[in-house]
């Protein structure tokens, strides 16, 4: 049903695409530029490794998005999911000392079953995905407070746990650029999305939905089974972030989790994908969620007061999708 | 076009804050990272080390997470403010665990930091800018037995038994009423997660249990406030002694339904971590503990300068 006013605009997907990406680029690298020469302190190792670090949870999140937001739908839930995910897996290793691979699939198949659900109740009850997903939403931050009994579980008992997104596979090679664990589980993450959505099944009817559903409908397609299928996968990776939140604070925060959907979104929508559907590339939103942590990152080593912080990234958020627009309008 | 535009912003930007780094160049730098910002409670705190920085002649920055769970977007905040490479850091704990790693790298760094608020757990920081919750439940217990006579029953709700504020605030003043006030017994102590329903529920049953209560002590806002509507919905006529401040909690003494309140001084919390940044930069020793103060404050001197300007809605 919301998918039917998808956009008429979508000839010429791969140029505008690559366009895009190198505009959302160009303007990471003249954040990182103007902020190096504004402080010596923004381009030092220990800097970069920090906005790397702040950016591996939002970007995965963002990636999950991402694929709900190409087939034209749109998952507010996945900030609470991941937090979801990351109780369950508190529950698992430490209320019930499973081991620690047991606790990794408990996340993921969590975050997949939900992703299941979510995108049952959109395909088979024909309920709007901004509301089903906002329900999911409550729905899942009161069951983490329920799950967890409104406290923080800690993995003192799970030595390596913290090691998931903390440790340093790259630093222990060359142990001059100890890149944390969680960044490249993030590039994983993407390269894993941006295979799918380009060479599988599942990628080609991500964008057939977010283009024109009732095409793909009449075409003899089962609309309903590739549409679960796209928030069941979302679900996962949620769980990956909800592995790599807990890992980074060593503990899963029942309440957290609520309003990260937006940035997650942000970055999306900053990378050039389109709310309405039908276009958007995971490298993008790589590149989206970036510019909110440098952005972020750079305002704070300026010392910005936080009241100012805010009302740029609104601003660059505006700029960004309002650009968007003026390219589509001058093809 | 529009790479221009864009540009063209973020250099304005960067002109701005730069201009911003270059006077304060000689000055120390000191980065605060709270719990929250945008509640009245920090926003207290935040004028306060604001104040400071004039009277001290240094530079301080203010950040906190949107809300007191967002314990990852606290550790990116305190991951920056190591990046900028301050002189000292004020740091009020989300969750100390996490912080762990982060306040190593800042003592490697030879950073010095300063816990405030509820403190951090952990030895790293040099001292804790913080209220003494015991003493500050002491004078609600001597008002307390002041209001009622120095004799008869008495009870508390308290929002936990696990917090540290629960604890010590419970503690502070069933103490002091045992050490002072031997004709007082302490007949209830009972716990409503700071919860204003559950803690107006507790309250009732509380006073239907005892009708010859004389008074109770809410140890927390949420507390106080349920137990003035319990007593409000039974008619009692007890004294309800609460803590901290708040629209509704400063409206019920104002009308009379609570006595009055401890409050503690979030303006002196900002003043003193700063204060006490400086001193440790100057490598002077300073205490475990520095006492920011608290007041006991009802509808008489609510108005006061003093009182006023630590008190928030």
């Given at each position: 049903?919301?998918?039917?006013?998808?956009?008429?605009?979508?000839?010429?997907?791969?140029?505008?695409?690559?366009?895009?990406?190198?505009?959302?680029?160009?303007?990471?690298?003249?954040?990182?530029?103007?902020?190096?020469?504004?402080?010596?302190?923004?381009?030092?190792?220990?800097?970069?490794?920090a906005?790397?670090?702040?950016?591996?949870?939002?970007?995965?999140?963002?990636?999950?998005?991402?694929?709900?937001?190409?087939?034209?739908?749109i998952?507010?839930?996945?900030?609470?999911?991941?937090?979801?995910?990351?109780?369950?897996?508190?529950v698992v290793?430490?209320?019930?000392?499973?081991?620690?691979?047991i606790?990794?699939l408990?996340?993921?198949?969590?975050?997949?079953?939900c992703?299941?659900?979510?995108?049952?109740?959109?395909?088979?009850?024909?309920?709007?995905?901004?509301i089903?997903?906002l329900?999911m939403?409550?729905?899942?931050?009161?069951?983490?407070?329920v799950?967890?009994?409104?406290?923080?579980?800690?993995?003192?008992?799970?030595?390596?746990?913290?090691?998931?997104?903390?440790?340093?596979?790259?630093?222990?090679?060359?142990?001059?650029?100890?890149v944390?664990?969680?960044?490249l589980?993030?590039?994983?993450?993407?390269?894993?999305?941006?295979?799918?959505?380009?060479?599988?099944?599942?990628?080609r009817?991500?964008?057939?939905?977010?283009?024109?559903?009732?095409?793909?409908?009449?075409?003899?397609v089962?609309?309903?089974?590739?549409?679960?299928a796209?928030?069941?996968?979302?679900?996962?990776?949620?769980?990956?972030?909800?592995?790599?939140?807990?890992?980074?604070?060593?503990?899963?925060?029942?309440?957290?989790g609520?309003?990260y959907?937006?940035?997650?979104i942000a970055?999306?929508?900053?990378?050039?994908?389109?709310?309405s559907?039908?276009?958007?590339?995971?490298v993008?939103t790589?590149?989206?969620?970036?510019?909110?942590?440098?952005l972020?990152n750079?305002?704070?080593?300026?010392?910005?007061?936080?009241?100012?912080?805010?009302?740029?990234?609104?601003?660059?958020?505006i700029?960004?999708?309002?650009?968007?627009?003026?390219?589509?309008?001058?093809? | 076009?529009?790479?221009r535009?864009?540009?063209?912003?973020?250099?304005?930007?960067?002109?701005?804050?730069?201009?911003?780094?270059?006077?304060?160049q000689?000055?120390?730098?000191?980065?605060?990272?709270?719990?929250?910002f945008?509640?009245?409670?920090?926003?207290a705190?935040?004028?306060?080390a604001d104040?400071?920085?004039?009277?001290?002649?240094v530079?301080?920055?203010?950040?906190?997470?949107?809300s007191?769970t967002?314990?990852d977007?606290?550790?990116?905040?305190l991951?920056?403010?190591?990046?900028?490479?301050?002189?000292?850091?004020?740091?009020?704990?989300?969750?100390?665990?996490?912080?762990?790693p982060?306040?190593?790298?800042?003592k490697?760094?030879?950073?010095?930091?300063i816990?405030?608020?509820?403190?951090v757990?952990?030895?790293?920081?040099?001292?804790?800018?913080?209220?003494?919750?015991?003493?500050?439940?002491?004078?609600?217990?001597d008002?307390?037995?002041e209001?009622?006579g120095?004799?008869?029953?008495?009870?508390?709700v308290?929002?936990?038994?696990?917090?540290?504020?629960?604890?010590d605030?419970?503690?502070?003043?069933?103490?002091?009423?045992?050490?002072a006030?031997p004709?007082?017994?302490?007949?209830?102590?009972?716990?409503?997660?700071?919860?204003?329903?559950?803690?107006?529920?507790i309250?009732?049953?509380?006073?239907?249990?005892?009708?010859?209560?004389?008074g109770?002590?809410?140890?927390?806002?949420?507390?106080?406030?349920?137990?003035?509507?319990?007593?409000?919905e039974?008619?009692?006529?007890?004294?309800?002694?609460?803590?901290?401040s708040?629209?509704a909690?400063?409206?019920?003494?104002?009308?009379?339904?609570?006595?009055?309140?401890?409050?503690?001084?979030?303006?002196?919390?900002?003043?003193?971590?700063?204060q006490?940044?400086v001193?440790?930069l100057?490598?002077?020793?300073?205490?475990?503990?520095i006492d920011?103060?608290?007041?006991?404050y009802?509808?008489?001197?609510?108005?006061?300068?003093?009182?006023?300007?630590?008190?928030y809605?």
């Amino acid at each position: 049903m919301t998918d039917i006013t998808a956009p008429a605009t979508k000839s010429g997907v791969r140029i505008s695409g690559a366009f895009h990406r190198l505009l959302a680029f160009s303007g990471l690298i003249a954040l990182v530029v103007v902020f190096s020469i504004a402080s010596p302190n923004f381009m030092q190792t220990q800097n970069v490794l920090a906005i790397l670090q702040a950016t591996s949870v939002n970007g995965v999140l963002a990636i999950a998005a991402t694929l709900v937001i190409i087939t034209g739908g749109i998952d507010l839930s996945v900030g609470t999911l991941m937090t979801f995910c990351a109780v369950i897996t508190g529950v698992v290793l430490t209320n019930l000392g499973m081991p620690l691979p047991i606790g990794i699939l408990a996340s993921i198949l969590a975050g997949t079953f939900c992703g299941l659900i979510s995108g049952s109740i959109i395909a088979k009850l024909k309920v709007p995905p901004f509301i089903a997903t906002l329900g999911m939403m409550l729905i899942l931050k009161g069951l983490s407070l329920v799950v967890s009994g409104t406290k923080p579980i800690y993995f003192n008992d799970t030595p390596g746990f913290n090691q998931i997104a903390l440790g340093s596979a790259v630093g222990s090679i060359f142990p001059s650029v100890p890149v944390p664990n969680g960044v490249l589980i993030l590039f994983l993450v993407a390269a894993i999305a941006a295979f799918v959505l380009s060479k599988t099944a599942l990628g080609r009817y991500t964008f057939a939905l977010g283009s024109n559903e009732e095409a793909v409908r009449l075409s003899g397609v089962n609309v309903d089974r590739w549409k679960i299928a796209v928030y069941a996968t979302a679900g996962g990776i949620c769980g990956v972030a909800g592995l790599l939140i807990a890992s980074r604070l060593n503990s899963a925060q029942p309440a957290l989790g609520q309003g990260y959907e937006l940035d997650a979104i942000a970055a999306v929508v900053i990378g050039g994908t389109s709310l309405s559907g039908g276009r958007g590339t995971v490298v993008g939103t790589l590149i989206g969620a970036l510019i909110i942590s440098v952005l972020a990152n750079g305002l704070r080593i300026l010392s910005v007061a936080q009241e100012w912080q805010t009302v740029v990234t609104g601003s660059i958020i505006i700029l960004a999708v309002y650009a968007d627009i003026l390219r589509r309008r001058t093809l | 076009m529009l790479r221009r535009t864009l540009l063209g912003a973020i250099s304005a930007l960067a002109l701005l804050s730069a201009s911003g780094i270059a006077s304060a160049q000689e000055k120390y730098d000191i980065a605060l990272i709270s719990k929250g910002f945008q509640h009245q409670f920090w926003q207290a705190v935040k004028a306060g080390a604001d104040k400071a920085a004039v009277d001290l002649g240094v530079t301080v920055t203010f950040e906190g997470p949107e809300s007191e769970t967002q314990v990852d977007r606290q550790m990116d905040m305190l991951a920056a403010a190591l990046s900028r490479k301050p002189d000292a850091i004020g740091f009020a704990a989300l969750d100390s665990q996490a912080a762990t790693p982060l306040l190593q790298q800042a003592k490697d760094a030879g950073i010095p930091i300063i816990a405030f608020d509820s403190g951090v757990d952990s030895d790293i920081p040099l001292t804790t800018a913080t209220t003494d919750n015991v003493a500050a439940a002491a004078l609600a217990a001597d008002v307390m037995a002041e209001l009622i006579g120095g004799e008869g029953k008495v009870a508390v709700v308290a929002h936990d038994q696990t917090s540290r504020t629960g604890i010590d605030r419970v503690d502070g003043f069933v103490n002091r009423l045992k050490e002072a006030y031997p004709k007082i017994e302490v007949v209830s102590v009972q716990y409503g997660g700071g919860d204003q329903l559950q803690s107006t529920e507790i309250t009732k049953s509380i006073l239907l249990a005892n009708p010859d209560l004389k008074g109770i002590f809410g140890a927390n806002e949420g507390s106080a406030i349920g137990v003035a509507n319990g007593k409000q919905e039974l008619g009692s006529k007890i004294v309800v002694i609460g803590f901290d401040s708040g629209a509704a909690q400063k409206g019920m003494i104002t009308s009379g339904i609570m006595n009055g309140a401890i409050t503690q001084n979030p303006v002196g919390i900002g003043y003193q971590t700063v204060q006490a940044a400086v001193s440790a930069l100057k490598g002077e020793t300073l205490p475990p503990i520095i006492d920011t103060g608290f007041f006991y404050y009802d509808a008489k001197n609510m108005a006061d300068p003093e009182i006023a300007a630590v008190l928030y809605d």
